[in-house]
């Protein structure tokens, strides 16, 4: 299956999408690139159903009844709640013991009960990740999803992220070409 998408919007006199055309394939990951300010996590707003295209836009239908999941810019998480608890109210049916094993695979052994206001600020991105890659979904949205993590930490996040990603629908925006190669984007689109 394969989601063509045609989408326009402005905010008043500004265009920030000029009927950008995008296909999105079933069971691959797509990767948008561009710089700051180009629209990249409007259009993403925009398929997730946070914000409405333009009139002339099409396409965007067809991501309504998608089961969706994202890491956005910023965590998003609960700030009193601990690690666990973040990733469990995303994916309630996972097992704990399964949870805890996916917290070790990127670092975060021994973090499970720790409140995420404890935890450093790459913790806290490798939870929010964790609780998107977990999630039942049909569709991944991911919004600099490795930012602010050191570069050791980022190998490893990004391996696994590639390994669960696998075969699932994914929408990734970067700045950054090697995440893209990374994480076997079959696209890379590019919004300059």
């Known amino acids: 299956m394969s989601l ?3 989408i326009s919007k402005t905010y ?3 265009t920030v999408l000029d009927r950008f055309s995008l296909q999105v394939e079933e069971g691959r990951t797509t990767c948008i690139m561009g710089r700051s300010g ?3 996590t409007t259009l993403l707003r925009i398929l997730m159903g946070l914000e409405k295209a333009d009139k002339d836009s099409s396409g ?8 969706k999941s994202a890491v956005f810019q910023e965590d998003r998480l609960c700030e009193n709640l601990s690690a666990m608890a973040n990733i469990r109210l995303a994916c309630p049916g996972t097992d704990r013991a399964q949870i805890a094993e996916e917290m070790r695979a990127v670092g975060l052994a021994g973090c499970e009960n720790q409140p995420v206001h404890e935890l450093s600020g790459g913790m806290k991105r490798r939870v929010a990740l964790l609780r998107a890659l977990l999630a039942p979904y049909d569709i991944l949205f991911l919004d600099e999803p490795f930012k602010g993590l050191d570069e050791a930490t980022r190998e490893k996040t990004m391996a696994y992220t590639r390994k669960k990603c696998q075969g699932r629908t994914v929408l990734f925006v ?3 070409a090697e ?3 990374s ?3 079959a696209q890379v689109i590019s919004m300059e």
């Open 4 to 6: 063509n998408i045609t």
């Open 12 to 14: 008043g006199e500004h």
């Open 38 to 40: 180009c629209g990249k």
């Open 60 to 67: 965007t239908e067809a991501f309504c009844g998608l089961r």
């Open 174 to 176: 970067t700045h950054d």
């Open 179 to 181: 995440e893209a190669k």
């Open 183 to 185: 994480l076997g984007a």
